[in-house]
């Protein structure tokens, strides 16, 4: 059955999310349909340029609007929060990076977003610290460790933390952990490969010496108390990034 107010409506849409490829109503004036165009799509590029601020600034004003045009008008956001619009666009991002010109030319170009929108995600995390179950380290090698709740470990094939528009550098794995810290802020701490894959087991409910075990047949170069050692120092120092929280309280 025909219904004229719906297809009024979907054709308002349309023209609204892509006015290059579908014309507004007739009934509605060129004028005042503009008006319409022009706020949402620069409420839209205001957010995400915000959002991510080095990418906006790497790209030209041409590469960076095609690239908001695009996301406006092929992808349909599945959250009513305009705060997870962003992740929104970096999901878009990765389904559309293997047919996206932009992509080629600036191929750390979703790792770059990625690295931009996480620290949000994070900020916005509900997790909280139970103190009631975490104590001073007796046996940091040994004992369960408790782990900061807002933590993302994140390899990537690019330095994005690096990059800049004075700096696009080449290909490089990169180790990062993403932590927030007691004052609400996110932390970037790059790791190297061990000490990635030393935490990830942590993640996993290993203690460390269960985790040394694992790691021991790539550092072949270190003796068994020498990987202690190192390892204990390195756990130290997680400790004092607030990565690890201390050890889980034993129940007396």
Known sequence: MNNPTLTYQQAFAAHLRNPQHHAAPAAVDPQRMQIYVDLLFNNLQDFLS???PVTYS???NNEWLSLVRAFYAEHACQTPYF???AGECV???????????LCQTYPFLIELMHYEWVE???LSDASVIDDSLIQAPADLLNNPLVLN?????QAYQYPVQ?????Q?????????ALVRNPQHKIDFIELNAITFQLLHLLQQGLTANQALQQLAPYLPQLSQAQLSEFTQQHLKQLQQQHIILGELKTTV
């Open 50 to 52: 915000t959002t991510f």
């Open 149 to 153: 709740p807002v933590l993302l470990l």
């Open 120 to 122: 949000i995600a994070l």
């Open 162 to 166: 690096r990059i800049s528009p004075q």
């Open 83 to 85: 705060r997870e619009i």
């Open 168 to 176: 696009l550098p080449a290909a490089e794995p990169t180790y990062l």
């Open 58 to 60: 790497i790209l030209s």
């Open 91 to 101: 999901q878009w991002l990765s389904q559309r990076q293997p047919s996206l010109a």
